[in-house]
């Protein structure tokens, strides 16, 4: 069945195989959405602020978020939401080459 042919022709009916595919899509995009904008953000958020509060050496601290920083020098506490932000791009932009490959190899 062609999904995508169906709800543009106007066969999108709730219920059908093409209204569960795109709730699931609908899912798969936010999941995906959470993996590289939410989980980089709320590692940057921790990082900067406990930058602030000059606490990124005490041992409670290397304890708990050491894993994101313990391959950099202190002055360079933002490398990792760098490593991060670089990922995001990367993978931002591959799903957006190929949902738009893929619209316009079904239209």
């Avoid at 005490?58 to 020098?73: S, V, W």
């Avoid at 002055?75 to 591959?94: F, H």
Wanted: aromatic share 12%.
């Amino acid at each position: 069945m062609r999904c995508g042919y169906e709800c543009i022709s106007g066969g999108c009916t709730p219920g059908s195989e093409a209204a569960r595919w795109v709730n699931w899509m609908a899912f798969a995009m936010g999941g995906a959405l959470v993996y590289t904008v939410g989980i980089p953000t709320f590692l940057g958020l921790i990082l900067y602020s406990n930058h602030k509060k000059l606490v990124l050496q005490t041992p409670r601290c290397q304890k708990r978020y050491g894993f994101l920083y313990a391959k950099y020098e202190d002055r360079a506490w933002y490398s990792r939401l760098l490593e991060l932000t670089q990922t995001l791009t990367l993978t931002l932009t591959l799903t957006l080459t190929l949902t738009l490959t893929l619209t316009l190899t079904l239209a």
